[in-house]
Nanobody, 115 residues
């Protein structure tokens, strides 16, 4: 059984930074794509960024040049460095991984940007 555990959310002022982490544990042979989604109150869940097994990345237009996704394959972990945060970045952030062809989700971590 595979489990994704997220950490790193919190409250930050506009212009600040947060770093999210998500570690996968359990029976893991290969992780194809790792990513982050977010869901703000009253809105649909949306893709923030993802990273392929070879390191190729994809970002939502709203976070380009502010957020950076990275992965550590040895640790089965994906990171999201969020900088220059805006109030509109406030959301629950969910980790997502394609592990051996099966999609798994983390439990979500709240990131709140407010003065």
């Amino acid at each position: 059984q595979v489990q994704l555990v997220e950490s790193g959310g919190g409250l930050v002022q506009p212009g600040g930074s947060l770093r999210l982490s998500c570690a996968a544990s359990g029976s893991i042979r290969i992780i194809y794509v790792m990513g982050w989604y977010r869901q703000a109150p009253g809105k649909q869940r949306e893709l923030v960024a993802n990273i392929g097994i070879g390191g190729s990345t994809n970002y939502a237009d709203s976070v380009k040049e502010r957020f950076t996704i990275s992965r550590d394959n040895a640790k089965n972990t994906v990171y999201l460095q969020m900088s220059s945060l805006k109030p509109e970045d406030t959301a629950v952030y969910y980790c997502n991984m394609n592990i051996g062809g099966v999609i798994y989700w983390g439990q979500g971590t709240q990131a709140t940007v407010s003065s």
